[in-house]
């Protein structure tokens, strides 16, 4: 991962070094950030830390020495169509590269469209397996692992606590649907084989999954693998947590992609808060038990 960061880093300053041969004066990265719509949380402090990486790239005279690097915004809107406009503006303003977007689909269309204009594009965010083909996308990098990397990761997680039933949900997407095809195709190849007992999809931004969520509680799974953004997986947690379905608690497990870990807290229909941390101490908690009972059977 390290060596791939280093080869990326390189390959953006051999892009500035080929404009005209030589060092620009001012070289202008077009920033695509979801600054509105259903990852906007996210998409405002990853645009103030863009600026604050580039003004530490700018202080710092060993970095990019006689370059003076500059970031501009431009709001993706959390969608195709405003993702391809916000490309289309930074070429129009002279960005070189692109840094973004930060969802799959997003970045996808930008990968597509940048190409015909042999544009740079480093996506923060965007882990669908699908961008991984240079072929299709030679132009598009990324600084996180892809969706078959969360799949397998997931599966072995769910292999080390000895968990061999599990429900699954996705949205109806490139980011869920793919992502979970990887979990499960993973699961198939771990000793023994996790059961996918049900698996669920829904369209993102849909107000009603009460059947989806019901199909889970139906299923009979206590353990739950979710690939997710965040607005959606706030809603299929609060879902979950009503008292006809009550899937959120002690003997219950969720296990999130990237995508749904970026929501901290939500609030179920009582007003108490939800944390996704207090799963992870469930799980911390169910191994120390798991722990205790293997010393007592040595003794």
């Not at 604050?52 to 790239?57: G, P, Q």
């Not at 996180?144 to 769910?158: F, R, S």
Request: hydrophobic content about 40%.
């Amino acid at each position: 991962m390290k060596l791939k960061g280093i080869l990326i880093v390189l390959f953006f300053i051999f892009c500035i070094s080929e404009i005209n041969n030589q060092d620009p004066e001012e070289f202008i990265l077009g920033g695509l950030f979801p600054l509105t719509g259903r990852l906007a949380d996210t998409g405002v402090e990853r645009e103030a830390a863009s600026r604050v990486a580039v003004m530490n790239i700018n202080n710092d005279p060993t970095i990019l020495p006689n370059t003076l690097l500059k970031i501009i915004p431009y709001d993706t809107r959390t969608s195709q169509a405003g993702g391809v406009n916000a490309l289309l503006e930074a070429i129009d303003d002279n960005a070189v590269a692109i840094v973004g977007a930060a969802s799959s689909g997003v970045s996808q269309i930008i990968a597509i469209t940048g190409s015909v204009f042999e544009i740079a594009q480093i996506s923060y965010s965007s882990t669908s397996a699908i961008l991984s083909d240079t072929n299709d996308y030679p132009f598009f990098a990324r600084l996180v692992p892809g969706d078959d990397k969360q799949g397998q990761a997931l599966a072995k997680l769910v292999n080390h606590f000895g968990w061999e039933e599990v429900g699954a949900i996705s949205t109806a997407d490139n980011y869920g649907v793919l992502g979970m095809q990887e979990f499960i195709l993973a699961s198939e190849q771990v000793d023994p084989p996790i059961d996918i007992v049900t698996y669920q999809q829904f369209v993102s931004n849909n107000d009603d999954i009460s059947v989806e969520i019901r199909e889970l509680k139906n299923s009979g799974a206590f353990i739950f693998v979710a690939f997710l953004l965040s607005t959606d997986a706030k809603h299929v947690l609060e879902e979950a947590a009503k008292g006809d379905n009550n899937l959120i608690g002690d003997k219950y497990v969720w296990l999130c992609s990237d995508g749904c870990a970026q929501t901290s807290l939500i609030k179920d229909e009582d007003g108490n808060d939800i944390q996704y941390y207090r799963m992870l101490l469930w799980l911390k908690k169910k191994q120390k038990i798991k722990d205790e009972k293997k010393i007592q059977k040595k003794n």
